[in-house]
């Protein structure tokens, strides 16, 4: 059962990533010019970030399985249309149809762990097989993407999602066992579902669209201002409604409340720091596709070494707060040292380490932050509190990739300007982006260690 959940949630986050280092390739292919190849990827995020909340709510009403069984088809159809694309409007339309599959499924995921393992020792090591998927699977898909279409072709990175789909459908269908939800009637609010979605989706799509070049700051303001205004009534609407979407009871636990706003800043920091490495492999140390891709090896491999046979014992052992300080000082130590990296960087002395520490960090921080996310909420509440921290950590990755990928641009620009090197000003703004990837991670070490206290 487990092996079905992490396989789907594998698939998810493999899309999310695998099409990193195909961009090029998808966009001789297809014609896209250089503002629309970002919806290749925007697409996916817009959706997936903006319906999270959404489906985890009808996790709890309409029943886990059933939201996760429409998921997992809608994810496996769209796979399909993704890798038959011949031109730009179907492979995005694809893509949104894969971010809407993704949210129901993945919703619904760690609500149906935490009710199979409830005993704190099963908890931890099943939270450690989860976290390798999501986290190793990121830097999974950039060697898949690498591989796949340095060798058979990009649309390859979306068709080989269609049988690993329809299998663990099968098998989803036959061995999920939970209930049937609590019913529309205790909890429909259709109104709240309408405010928070465009709420989310507005808010992703303004952040994303600040790293483009020429976004207009007048217009990106306005965008950002309705986003604000449309989140701020959902939480009125919550607030007042006899059955709302999101009970706001779950935020008095400050261990709920403060665990998803670490989760936000590790995931900004965590795939910001694989897009901008990525670059910094490619642009600045010239590798190819699929060197940068065998180039993260080092990365996924510690995270699952970690997770899988560490972060269980040592969670069990010393408890998730002292594990997650561990894990995110070592991740913050990982991205001060890239920030270092020279303009003629040497990847076994420079990069290899650096991803390894990035790895054992990661590799027992996510599933210490996931499980205190988690271990506030009410059985009831499980698919609610499994779709928020799902939406944290999409939050985290669309803001983090958005905030450094502006800096990183800004900065390069100014060193151009003042007549750098190319290499050197594109290097100039990675470190940049390093730096505050770390800054975001310090954040969050200083939130652990005075607001995430052991509970009696």
Known sequence: MLAVLCAMQLMIILDGTVVTVALPTIQADLGFSQAGLAWVMNSYLIAFAGLLLLAG????????KRVFLAGLALFTAA???CGIATNAETLIAGRFAQGVGGALASAVILGMIVGLYPAPGEQARAMGVYSFTSAGGASVGLVVGGVITQTVGWHWAFLVNVPIGLVALLLAARLITTGRGLGLAQGADLLGAVLVTAGLSLAVYTIVQTAEPHAETGRTLL???IALVLLAGFVLRQARAAQPLLA????RDRQVSVANVVVVLMFAAGFGFQFMTALY?????????????LAFLPGPVTIGLMSLFVAGRLTVRFGSRKVLLAGLTAFFAALVLLGQAPVDGQYWLHVAP???????GMGVAIPSAIMLAMSGAEATDAGLASGLNNTAQQAGAAVGTAVLATLAA????ERLGAGAPEVAALRDGYSLAFLVAAAFV????ALTATQLKPKA
Do not use: E, K, N
Request: aromatic share 4%; no cysteine; proline share 0%.
């Open 223 to 225: 965008l950002a201002g």
């Open 281 to 293: 492999l490619q642009r600045v140390l010239g590798f190819d596709s699929l060197a940068t891709g």
């Open 354 to 360: 650096v991803l390894t520490l990035m790895g054992a």
């Open 57 to 64: 709510r009808l996790g709890d009403l309409l029943g886990s």
């Open 79 to 81: 796979s399909l249309v």
């Open 248 to 251: 706001l009871r779950i935020f």
């Open 442 to 445: 310090l954040a969050a070490i």
């Open 410 to 413: 800004s900065r390069t620009t």
